[in-house]
């Protein structure tokens, strides 16, 4: 309880808490009275705060991680894993996280900028910034203020390669066996991105149907969806074909390794490979799923269809896929 000083002609809060005593000088009772009870929730607050357990930056990621290995798609796991490694090449990872400071981690991301590039650092704080909300939701006292919510950096973005329709033929042309020149029919009649092929099992082709399921976890809470896509006849009958010839049936996916039997993990180097051998400009697998979308663009397909065969949840997403200069360029003509 707070006391009057008579010689110092003030008032004196007081409070004892944990064996040690705290006062404070004040002009009246109520004030004293206020400074007691604040100041012993202030004590009581720092020492729970005190018990919860310090972690260190990397049990945060590997924790992290743990989650992003069964939540997200593999490409996306290791990006992430990238992004980690990278900060503790120049951070501490015994680090508490509480002490990471924003200087330190824009400082770092300013060296990914110019060792790799403006773009990669910006994908680094993306994925870091995710992996510090996550673990404010689900770590028990995780520091609250997210240290890798500094400046982005600026990106010079060269257009997507799309290749004319012709080196893909001189591509498929080149390839050394039946499954791999079925595979990259594939792509092209399926718009299908590069797993979606990879992992397909023939209980996915539907011949009575005439229709493919494709999976994929682009989706923003990484959950695996599925979508029907109508097979072409010709796509139709060359997997058949495939399914009929020797031993391709004793696997359960269409495209196995030769060598291990099951799906491809990557083939970083099979589509330079190729584009070398038909001496064409280089092209990956992604570049046939917007080649597609370009040949359905010039057949006046329209934007809706093609949105549902490259199974895009917003239209604005399949307008970056195709070419817009042609419809803007009537649009231009005014100003002549």
Same mark, same amino acid.
């Given at each position: 309880?707070? +006391?009057?000083?008579?010689?110092?002609?003030?008032?004196?809060?007081?409070i004892k808490y944990k064996q040690r005593k705290y006062r404070s000088y004040h002009q009246s009772k109520t004030d004293a009275k206020k400074w007691e009870v604040k100041k012993r929730e202030q004590l009581q607050v720092t020492e729970a705060t005190s018990r919860i357990p310090t972690v260190s930056l990397l049990e945060f990621a590997?924790? +992290?991680?743990?989650?992003?290995? @069964?939540?997200?798609? #593999?490409?996306?796991?290791h990006e992430k894993k990238l992004a980690f490694r990278l900060l503790f090449s120049s951070v501490d990872p015994?680090?508490?996280?509480?002490?990471?400071?924003?200087? =330190?981690?824009?400082?770092?991301?300013?060296?990914q900028a110019q060792q790799r590039s403006g773009n990669a650092a910006n994908k680094d704080r993306k994925n870091?910034? =995710? /992996?510090?909300?996550?673990?404010?939701?689900?770590?028990?006292? %995780?520091? @609250? &203020?997210?240290?890798?919510?500094?400046?982005?950096?600026? !990106?010079?973005? @060269?257009?997507? +390669?799309?290749?004319?329709?012709?080196? %893909?033929?001189? $591509?498929y042309d080149v390839a050394e066996s039946e499954q791999d020149r079925l595979m990259l029919l594939c792509f092209l009649h399926l718009a299908a991105r590069r797993n979606e092929i990879f992992y397909l099992r023939w209980e996915d082709v539907d011949f009575k149907h005439q229709q493919?399921?494709?999976?994929?976890?682009? *989706?923003?809470?990484?959950?695996? !969806? +599925?979508?029907?896509?109508?097979?072409?006849?010709?796509? @139709?009958? !060359?997997?058949d074909n495939h399914l009929s010839s020797s031993g391709s049936g004793l696997s359960e996916w269409v495209f196995p390794n030769p060598d291990t039997g099951i799906p491809y993990i990557a083939r970083q180097k099979w589509m330079p490979r190729l584009c070398r051998l038909a001496n064409?400009?280089?092209?990956?697998?992604? =570049?046939?799923?917007?080649? &597609?979308a370009s040949i359905l663009v010039k057949n006046d397909v329209s934007l809706i269809d093609i949105q549902t065969i490259l199974r895009?949840?917003?239209?604005?997403?399949?307008? *970056?896929?195709?070419?817009?200069? /042609? #419809?803007? *360029? #009537? /649009?231009?003509? $005014?100003?002549?």
């Open positions: 309880m707070p +006391y009057f000083d008579k010689q110092k002609k003030v008032w004196i809060a007081q590997t924790r +992290y991680l743990d989650y992003s290995r @069964s939540k997200h798609a #593999s490409k996306t796991y015994q680090l508490p996280a509480g002490e990471l400071h924003q200087g =330190a981690v824009l400082f770092h991301l300013q060296q870091l910034i =995710a /992996a510090w909300n996550w673990a404010q939701k689900y770590i028990p006292g %995780f520091p @609250s &203020t997210n240290p890798f919510m500094v400046d982005r950096f600026p !990106e010079t973005r @060269s257009p997507r +390669y799309v290749p004319p329709e012709s080196d %893909f033929w001189k $591509v493919i399921r494709l999976y994929t976890r682009k *989706r923003r809470d990484g959950s695996l !969806e +599925y979508d029907w896509i109508p097979m072409t006849r010709r796509l @139709s009958a !060359e997997l064409v400009k280089p092209f990956g697998l992604h =570049a046939i799923r917007h080649l &597609t895009h949840k917003k239209l604005t997403t399949t307008e *970056r896929y195709i070419h817009r200069l /042609a #419809s803007v *360029r #009537s /649009a231009l003509e $005014v100003l002549e």
